[in-house]
């Protein structure tokens, strides 16, 4: 584009020097303006869109199909509820310590801030693969007259009668558990920044599901 407006620019100088009177010098100029507003045409209104429309255009079509892809992927991944994995036989049971009384003999006794975390959980949904699940504890401290088992307690209870201790995540990874299959567990665990628990009770549920993504 460049070159045509020095050419025009050039035959324009050109006509004005070698032509000799007014009337010739108008036509020259009239001409080279026709062809100029004829050249500028040709580029802006035919040449120009059918260059654009020459260019590769992007392939929308794959890149629409990726993003369902990603989209579906991270789907999956969430897609089970914690109400699709159900628990049964859950117990939390203090760990062990071991130390030395007054008399020199070997004692053991629970160990209130280490705990197991037991049970079995089914997966009860008819499509979708757990990887991991995550159980939330919490731990509480009672006050002496509070004598409902630890087992059968409700959470309302708890939050009525006693005072919180300390609350832990505890994920179970890898657990590849399809559809409609149960599987037994028992995993050791810590409460940060427990409190000391007195006739302690406590809760568990399950709080998320991380499912094989499809």
């Known amino acids: 584009m460049i070159g045509w407006i020095f050419l025009f620019v050039l035959t324009l100088v050109i006509a004005w020097l070698f032509t000799d009177s007014k009337a010739t010098r108008g036509l020259a100029i009239g001409v080279l303006v026709v062809v100029a507003a004829l050249v500028f045409g ?28 990603r989209r579906a992927a991270v789907e999956s991944r969430f897609a089970l509820q914690p109400s699709d994995i159900g628990m ?9 310590e071991t130390f030395w009384d007054n008399e020199g003999n070997q004692v053991e006794r629970a160990d209130l801030f280490s705990w197991t975390f037991s049970g079995e959980i089914r997966n009860q949904s008819e499509k979708h693969t757990a990887q991991n ?3 939330s504890i919490q731990l509480f401290s009672c006050p002496s ?3 409902t088992p630890v087992e059968t307690v409700l959470l309302d209870e708890l939050t009525r009668n006693c005072n919180p201790a300390g609350t832990q995540n505890v ?4 657990i590849d558990l399809g559809p409609g299959k149960s599987k037994a567990f028992s995993e050791d665990f810590k409460i940060t920044n427990q409190q000391d628990p007195r006739n302690w009770r406590y809760w ?11």
């Open 145 to 147: 007259y509070f004598t």
């Open 42 to 69: 040709f580029f802006f209104v035919i040449d120009r869109p059918a260059r654009r429309e020459a260019q590769p255009q992007p392939d929308t079509t794959r890149e629409r199909e990726a993003v369902q892809s």
């Open 88 to 96: 049964v036989k859950r117990k939390l049971l203090p760990g062990i």
């Open 133 to 135: 699940v995550t159980f």
């Open 171 to 174: 994920t179970l990874y890898g």
């Open 204 to 214: 568990a549920d399950v709080s998320q599901v991380g499912t094989q993504a499809e």
